[in-house]
C-alpha cells in the first residue's frame, strides 16, 4: 500500500460493512476497523484484511493519522458516532440515511461544515455510470414522468422507508428537485408491524415520480423509466442505459459502464477527504434533504 494515500478506517463490519472495507483497502490506506457484531466479523476480517488492525472508536478518534472514516453500522448509532468522530477532525461517509431524524442530520451537517469537514452519505445510485450519463442525455430536457420500480427478497433489519425508499428519494431530488407534494402508500404484509411493499408519488410542475418497491417479491429487478417532455424515453437498468424516440418505438442500448457505483461514490469520498475537485452529489446537507422529505411523506 503506497504510503502516501491518505489513511481511513472503517465502523461496521457487517454484509456491506464488509464491502466497503474491501474497497477503502483498495483504493486507500485502511488502517483500522471497528466491529460491533460477532465474531464472525472480526475472523472474517483477520482472514481477508490482515494488515488492518482492530480498535474501538474512541481509539480512531484519539488516532490524528486517520483523516476519513466509513459508518456502516445501524441507523440508530449514527448520529452518535458522527459527532464524535466530526468533533476530532474526521471526514466522515456514513451509510443511508444520515441519522434518525432530518434534525440531527442537520446538527451534524453543520457541525462538518463548520469544520469544513466531508459529510457524505451513502446514497449509491447517484454514482452510477448509467445514471450520470442519464442526466447527460436528458441535458435540459423537461422530465415529464420518472417511474422507479425495485423488486427483490430481503433487508428487513431496517424499515422499508428508511433502507429502500430513501435511496428512491435521493434521486428524485438529484433529477428533479423538491416536489410540490407526496403521497405514500404502505401494503399489508404478512407482519402488520412491517410494511414490505410501498408506493410513492411526488408531484412536480413538469410531472411527477412514482415509486414502487417489494421486498417481498420473488423477482429481482431495478428499474428507472424516464419520460421527457419532447417524447423520448429512457430505461436504466442497471449498468445498462436504453433510449427510445417515441412511445410506439422499441428501447434501443445506448450506453453500459460495469464500473460498480461503490468503488466510484468510496473513491469521489476520498478524492474529496484528499482536496481534489470530485464528484460528489451527496456530500453536505444532501442527506438532510431526503430525511425531511421521507418525513413530509410519512408524517401523519
Known amino acids: 500500500m503506497p504510503k502516501d494515500r491518505i489513511k481511513t478506517a472503517v465502523i461496521g463490519i457487517g454484509s456491506w460493512g464488509k464491502q466497503i472495507a474491501l474497497e477503502l483497502n483498495t483504493i486507500s490506506n485502511l488502517s483500522a476497523y471497528v466491529s460491533l457484531g ?6 472474517w476480517a483477520l482472514e481477508h484484511l490482515p494488515d488492518v488492525h482492530p480498535s474501538t472508536l474512541e481509539k480512531l478518534c484519539a488516532d490524528t493519522s486517520i483523516k476519513a472514516v466509513a459508518i456502516a453500522t445501524p441507523i440508530k ?12 477532525k474526521k471526514h466522515i461517509f456514513i451509510e443511508k440515511p444520515t441519522a434518525e431524524t432530518s434534525q440531527e442530520a442537520r446538527l451534524l451537517a453543520e457541525k ?34 420518472v ?3 425495485w423488486k427483490k427478497y430481503g433487508t428487513f433489519i ?3 422507508e428508511t433502507n429502500l425508499l430513501t435511496h428512491h428519494l435521493s434521486i428524485a431530488l438529484d433529477l428533479l428537485g423538491e416536489p410540490l407534494r407526496g403521497t405514500t402508500l404502505r401494503h399489508a404484509s404478512s407482519d402488520e408491524t412491517i410494511c414490505n411493499n410501498i408506493e410513492t408519488t411526488l408531484t ?26 419532447d417524447g423520448t424515453s429512457f430505461l436504466w437498468d442497471g449498468p445498462t442505459l436504453s433510449k427510445r424516440e417515441n412511445k410506439d418505438a422499441p428501447y434501443v ?31 453536505g446537507n444532501f442527506g438532510v434533504r431526503v430525511l425531511q422529505l421521507l418525513e413530509r411523506l410519512t408524517a401523519k
Not at 442500448?253 to 470530485?278: H, M, W
Open 77 to 88: 448509532t449514527h448520529a452518535r458516532i458522527s459527532e464524535q468522530l466530526l468533533k476530532t
Open 253 to 283: 442500448r445506448i450506453y453500459e459502464n460495469n464500473e460498480q457505483p461503490l468503488t466510484l461514490e468510496l473513491q469521489s469520498f476520498v478524492d474529496a477527504a484528499c482536496g481534489k475537485n470530485a464528484y460528489v452529489p451527496s456530500a
Open 38 to 43: 460477532s465474531e464472525l466479523n472480526t475472523s
Open 147 to 149: 417511474s422507479c420500480v
Open 158 to 160: 431496517e424499515p422499508i
Open 112 to 145: 462538518a461544515a463548520h469544520g469544513s469537514l466531508l459529510l457524505v452519505t451513502g446514497y449509491i445510485f447517484l454514482y452510477s455510470p448509467a445514471y450520470r450519463e442519464l442526466k447527460r442525455q436528458i441535458g435540459n430536457v423537461a422530465i415529464k414522468e
Open 204 to 229: 412536480y410542475n413538469t410531472g411527477g415520480f412514482h415509486s414502487r418497491i417489494d421486498r417481498l417479491s420473488k423477482e429481482t429487478s431495478h428499474t428507472f423509466e424516464v419520460s421527457l417532455a
